[in-house]
């Protein structure tokens, strides 16, 4: 009977793992698409409400739409709410009869992928609105990486790595030791096993609420007012499934740590099947971070979330691993320590070693694939978190040797040469400490890097750029095609009307009736490609006002040139554009 | 037996410690979870824009009527330094005009004031009557990439009893200067739809007059609205300038009249709001500025 009640939890653990291994995975960042009014627009009468229409639902409680006059006055009667025809547009009403001027929209709005978005445009009312006013842009937290959100990300991952990894350890690698070795007990790895899954349990609702505080703009202690946010974005979801996944778990790890009995070599079905059961909800575990971040979103996506995947558990299995090692040494009574450690090291030496290979080899691939161009890894920050992670990694695979070629080979010797052994596990204890310490901080490497946005793909045409301008107003004259091209930008103020103008001259003379027009691309986020058609305002200039630069940052700004006469051309410069 | 002793220390120590954190966070939740409203975000303060305004303005209190007033100014940037560089040539979207109505629409002051050292502006002007007037500031920067061209507006009160006049009703002849005006008869104007207005003018003696350009057009069509007092204009152009009048990126030019022929006036109009509105046409007429006043009523 009671057998029967064991392996039917433990069965039920298994369903759920297996039914939660795949939570729901998230879009891009979030794009304006279209503004009513539009940006820069002078109207006759004064607008009811703001509409703003993204290219994905974005949620309007985590949403600001600010509407001020040129004083600063606020002009927003209400809350901003989904529009019922649309799930995609947020609206916002306005105080009605606005007086004739014009008018700062300023908003920010939250991805599904949980990066916040903002941007700013200008209209006005008219039909006599004035010059337009040089406005102000507020600037409000939107980042994903402030140190609160950082060091709450830090600490849910590492102690879900390490439950996991000393699950792993205490299940697969350890728990032989107690037929091996007289006088070792696993008791203290089980307690760091649930000492670490209580933490992380903890951990993971903690960092949601800090998230969803940064992200409602609200104290991480207005817990009234963030829980009921927690489930709002695909990426709050995401949490909570991280949350639900890694309670299966802890469950599971707990039925399947109950029911070992580690003095017997067979383990029983219940056993075997709680064990599977709380393996399959670590896999789940693993892949949630992946699937809710930047992974998902990378083409090949199956490719970069196994990558992912394989790179999270494989840094669990290793950390894990190590806590467990220097929790062994701590532990096992001072006579059994060599002859323990003797036979523990060998074994686990192996599964590290195979461990870090992974870690390397699937970062790099990720790296890979996420790397539009080389000089992206120290040209944005993304890059160079990676590279300070991939240095962390080496130093971590230093000390590392150093147990492999030292620590090991006398561990082993130590066992005909007894006085061999305790020098040998002094030096353990010291480089695995170290190793804790380094792979602790790579996963707060990683904790910031996936904080961060990749470089899109648009990156790599900064190396095709035949000049790099701004930030500022921009008079730059290129030669190229056989054509003397001035580009001028002004203001060339970031998510702010901009006027665009190409003067295009061939031995001194204006080039009159070309087709021009003009891409826009932002290179640090990814964002689709604008696209506007300039018109011929003087001999030769082709110009076009459009609030196009909507971001701060890097733009590439692509003339694609038709001469009514000649070959077509493209002529590529990078602006830096400030805000 | 030892080992059992350390083991049960560490398990009693992990229970205290679970029971120390699970009492914190229930204290936490406590205090803060009841006091939460889950009401909308806080839009951020948005300081003050930097503005275009209209600097050293005189006169700074009121005037006299039938007396020469100097008006002056300076058009200041948001940089707060004064507008130095302005269109210039023949056309008419040059300079800067200035235009002064009473706030009854009763009279019209039409003048391009000369830039001055520092960007200062200055005109001499006798107000006709007592009351209320407007004074709209019609600026053409040379600004590389900026705007094209705005309005600044001010008023400037004339000493006196103001007797507000009602504007006349639409009527077809008007005389003006010995000047015969007709307008032919139209279907009703509506707000943002194009329509041509024909306009004939006869001399004194029934001659058919040649229009001459006058800032870059043979006639200027200035239209003000009915109490908001918004203001619309559009140019006559020569034949052989048809698109005199329209400046790139400036909405209210999109439209522009012709005259193919002596004594003929077609006006393009494309009002933006419905209302009452009163139309100033200006020409040169025999050496002077004739102004022939209409007023429209504009549909929706």
């Not at chain 1, 009869?97 to 200008?122: C, K, M, Q």
Request: net charge positive; with cysteine.
């Amino acid at each position: 009977m009671r057998g029967r009640t064991r392996t039917a939890l433990a069965l039920a653990a298994t369903a759920m793992a297996a039914g939660l291994a795949l939570p729901a995975t998230a879009g891009a960042h979030a794009y304006l698409v279209k503004t009513v009014p539009a940006a820069s627009v002078v109207l006759n009468a004064p607008p009811p409400n703001i509409q703003l229409t993204y290219d994905e639902a974005v949620e309007p409680r985590f949403a600001i739409i600010s509407v001020t006059d040129a004083d600063g006055h606020q002009e927003t009667t209400g809350p901003v709410h989904r529009s019922p025809a649309d799930p995609d547009t947020l609206v916002v009403p306005l105080r009605p009869n606005l007086s004739e001027g014009w008018y700062l929209i300023y908003w920010r709005a939250i991805s599904v992928d949980g990066h916040p978005v903002n941007g700013a445009f200008t209209y006005a009312v008219g039909p006599n609105p004035g010059p337009a006013p040089q406005f102000q842009v507020p600037s409000i937290s939107a980042t994903a990486t402030t140190p609160g959100l950082l060091i709450t990300r830090w600490a849910m991952f590492v102690f879900v790595m390490v439950a996991i990894g000393l699950f792993v350890l205490r299940m697969l690698i350890a728990r032989s030791l107690v037929r091996t070795v007289d006088g070792v007990s696993l008791k203290p790895l089980t307690i760091g096993i649930g000492l670490a899954a209580a933490l992380g349990l903890i951990a993971i609702p903690v960092y949601l609420d800090f998230s969803t505080a940064n992200d409602s703009l609200r104290s991480v202690f207005d817990l009234g007012a963030l829980v009921p946010l927690y489930r709002v974005t695909a990426f709050g979801r995401a949490i909570v499934d991280l949350e639900l996944c890694f309670a299966l778990f802890s469950l599971a790890a707990a039925v399947a740590l109950w029911l070992d009995r580690p003095d017997r070599e067979r383990r029983s079905v219940a056993e075997l099947v709680a064990s599977v059961g709380a393996l399959l909800a670590a896999a789940a575990v693993l892949i949630v971070p992946g699937a809710a971040g930047h992974a998902a979103q990378t083409s090949p996506r199956g490719l970069t979330l196994l990558f992912d995947w394989l790179h999270l558990a494989s840094g669990s299995v290793w950390l894990g691993g190590l806590v467990g090692l220097l929790v062994l040494w701590w532990t096992v009574p001072f006579q059994t320590r060599v002859p323990a450690l003797s036979a523990f090291v060998p074994r686990f030496s192996n599964v590290a070693l195979g461990s870090v290979v992974v870690v390397g080899a699937t970062g790099i691939g990720e790296a890979i694939v996420h790397m539009p161009a080389v000089n992206a890894l120290w040209e944005t920050g993304y890059g160079e978190a990676i590279l300070v992670k991939a240095g962390l990694l080496g130093v971590a695979m230093l000390i590392a040797s150093g147990n492999l070629l030292r620590s090991r080979p006398r561990l082993i010797a130590a066992q005909r040469q007894p006085e061999l052994g305790e020098p040998a596990a002094r030096l353990l204890r010291g480089l695995v400490s170290g190793e804790v310490a380094v792979v602790i901080a790579i996963v707060f490497a990683a904790a910031v890097l996936s904080s961060l946005a990749p470089p899109p793909p648009a990156f790599a045409l900064e190396n095709s750029a035949l000049a790099k301008v701004g930030p500022g107003r921009v008079v730059e004259t290129i030669t190229h095609a056989g054509y003397q091209l001035q580009v001028l930008v002004s203001p060339n103020k970031a998510a702010a009307p901009d006027s665009f103008a190409l003067r295009i001259t061939k031995g001194g003379r204006p080039v009159r009736g070309a087709n021009v027009t003009l891409l826009f691309n932002h290179l640090e986020m990814q964002m689709p490609t604008q696209e506007y058609q300039l018109t011929e305002s003087a001999p030769g200039v082709y110009s076009r006002a459009a609030p196009a630069l909507v971001m701060v940052g890097r733009w590439g700004l692509t003339f694609q040139v038709t001469p009514k006469n000649g070959p077509p051309f493209t002529a590529l410069i990078v602006d830096q554009a400030n805000g | 037996m030892k080992l059992r002793e350390k083991e049960k220390l560490v398990i009693k120590r992990t229970q205290r410690f679970t029971w120390a954190l699970a009492a914190t966070l229930a204290a936490i939740a406590l205090l803060t979870g009841c006091g939460g409203a889950g009401s909308g975000l806080t839009v951020p303060t948005v300081a003050p824009a930097k503005v275009y305004t209209l600097g050293g303005f005189t006169p700074s209190s009121s005037v006299a009527p039938g007396h020469p007033v100097t008006v002056s100014f300076t058009v200041l940037l948001p940089s707060g330094k004064p507008l130095t560089q302005y269109k210039t040539g023949t056309g008419p979207h040059t300079g800067v005009h200035l235009i002064i109505v009473r706030d009854d629409l009763a009279y019209i002051i039409h003048q391009h004031p000369p830039v001055g050292p520092n960007g200062l502006l200055r005109q001499t002007v006798t107000f006709p009557a007592p009351g209320p007037y407007k004074v709209l500031v019609d600026v053409y920067p040379n600004i590389p990439g900026g705007q094209a061209n705005f309005q600044l507006f001010r008023s400037i009160d004339v000493t006196g009893n103001y007797k507000p006049q009602p504007l006349p009703a639409y009527k077809a002849n008007l005389t003006i200067d010995g000047y015969h005006f007709d307008m032919a008869a139209h279907s009703a104007v509506h707000a943002i739809q194009a329509q041509f207005l024909n306009v004939e003018v006869r001399g004194p003696h029934g001659e058919k007059p040649t229009f001459v350009p006058w800032f870059g057009a043979l006639a200027h069509a200035i239209f003000f609205r009915q109490g908001s007092l918004d203001y619309f204009h559009t140019h006559i152009c020569a034949p052989n300038a048809p698109n005199c009048g329209v400046l790139p990126g400036v909405a209210s030019s999109r439209i522009s009249g012709t005259s193919t022929e002596p004594g003929k006036l077609t006006i393009g109009v494309l009002l933006p709001v419905p209302g009452t509105w009163r139309l100033f046409l200006q020409m040169k007429l025999g050496g002077r500025i004739v102004t022939a006043p209409y007023t429209l009523e504009v549909k929706s």
